[in-house]
Nanobody, 124 residues
Framework: QVQLVESGGGLVQAGGSLRLSCAAS????????MAWFRQAPGKERDFVAA????????YYADSVKGRFTISRDNAKNTVYLQMNSLKPEDTADYYC?????????????????WGQGTQVTVSS
């Protein structure tokens, strides 16, 4: 059973940056593809970014391409989300997720393990 704990959220002005971290325990993170999703108030949980087990492949939602970067350090069992040029519409709770397999890394229903989330608020 993998446990995921997110950190790094907070309040930032538009145009600023934040770095989210997700620490995994209870399993070997290198066995899993990892992803970040986000959920704004009253909306569904949406895909943000994913990274394959091998680190070779990364995937991004169109809304964050060129601004966000997902990375992982398997030795530290940690995945990161570097968020630059933040916009008010990036405001949401951000969730880390882990799964086996590699098909459909943007699909929420394919993920087996979830963290509790960290809140990101971007002020205008």
């Amino acid at each position: 059973q993998v446990q995921l704990v997110e950190s790094g959220g907070g309040l930032v002005q538009a145009g600023g940056s934040l770095r989210l971290s997700c620490a995994a325990s209870g399993g070997t993170m290198s066995n899993y593809a990892m992803a970040w999703f986000r959920q704004a108030p009253g909306k569904e949980r949406d895909f943000v970014a994913a990274i394959s087990r091998s680190v070779i492949n990364t995937y991004y939602a169109d809304s964050v391409k060129g601004r966000f970067t997902i990375s992982r350090d398997n030795a530290k069992n940690t995945v990161y989300l570097q968020m630059n040029s933040l916009k008010p519409e990036d405001t949401a709770d951000y969730y880390c997720a882990a799964r086996n397999g590699f098909v459909g890394l943007n699909l929420r229903e394919k993920y087996d393990y979830w963290g509790q989330g960290t809140q990101v608020t971007v002020s205008s």
